[in-house]
């Protein structure tokens, strides 16, 4: 439960345009968050792109550092969303921005990324 496995990456390009194009989506300062329930392959109940903007962040070591950390409190902390997930047999792709010009630290991301989770889960309790 504590891996982050290929097949959880979001990187199908149709899959990703659908994304941008539903009105499912949210901040939690700084992260942007786009999702939807859809049906993917794969056995993971979600899966997930991480994006950290060159217009924000020009040099790549930059944006590198904060996807790691987002990725690492990703990893730790999604059971609270696959628990969710599992129990009501829905499946869900997501997509999280980095919209801020500040790079926080990993526990201010980490807190950030519970946030978002919660968010999830109370968010597709509202469609079901």
Not at 70 to 88: G, Q, V
Not at 98 to 111: M, V
Request: positive net charge.
């Amino acid at each position: 439960m504590y891996s982050f496995t290929k097949n959880e990456r979001l990187t199908s390009q149709l899959l990703i345009d659908k994304l941008f194009e539903s009105n499912h989506s949210f901040v939690v300062s700084p992260l942007k968050v786009l999702w939807i329930n859809a049906e993917h392959p794969g056995k993971y109940p979600v899966q997930i792109a991480i994006s950290v903007p060159k217009k924000k962040f020009k040099r790549a070591v930059d944006r590198n550092l904060l996807k790691r950390r987002i990725r690492e409190a990703y990893r730790k902390n999604k059971s609270i969303l696959y628990d969710f997930l599992n129990e009501n047999n829905k499946k869900c792709l997501v997509i999280l921005i980095y919209n801020s010009q500040k790079e926080l630290t990993y526990q201010e991301i980490e807190s950030k990324i519970i946030l978002v989770l919660h968010r999830l889960i109370q968010e597709n309790g509202k469609i079901s």
